[in-house]
């Protein structure tokens, strides 16, 4: 079975740091752009960033850019997300996402995956 288990969320004061870890079981993500999304209440699913196949390419949302890093590991088949200097704004569900390519790519659309995992929350607050 194909999944995707994010982890690495929680509370966090303003300022502060969290890595977010995607991993996956059932499949190798050798081949797979991802995408890390997230979804405040009341929101739309919002796009953060994406990294292509090879890691060659790397994409960031303008709202986390400077203060966002991801990053994969094949050989551990998890890709990661650094952020840095969270924001009460940052507070949201986020989600990780692969889709299989065959050119290395960096996805931004949520509609081009189709593997998700359940999320986990981050919540940034004083």
């Known amino acids: 079975q194909l999944q995707l288990v994010e982890s690495g969320g929680g509370l966090v004061q303003p300022g502060g740091s969290l890595r977010l870890s995607c991993a996956a079981s059932?499949?190798?993500?050798?081949?797979?752009?991802i995408g890390w999304f997230r979804q405040a209440p009341g929101k739309e699913r919002e796009r953060v960033s994406c990294i292509s196949s090879s890691g060659g390419l790397t994409n960031y949302a303008d709202s986390v850019k400077g203060r966002a890093t991801i990053s994969r590991d094949n050989a551990k088949n998890t890709v990661y997300l650094q952020m840095n200097s969270l924001k009460p704004e940052d507070t949201a569900v986020y989600y990780c996402a692969a889709v299989r390519t065959v050119s290395s790519v960096c996805l931004i659309r949520p509609l081009a995956y189709n593997y998700w995992g359940q999320g986990t929350q981050v919540t940034v607050s004083s």
């Open positions: 059932g499949f190798t993500l050798d081949n797979y752009a």
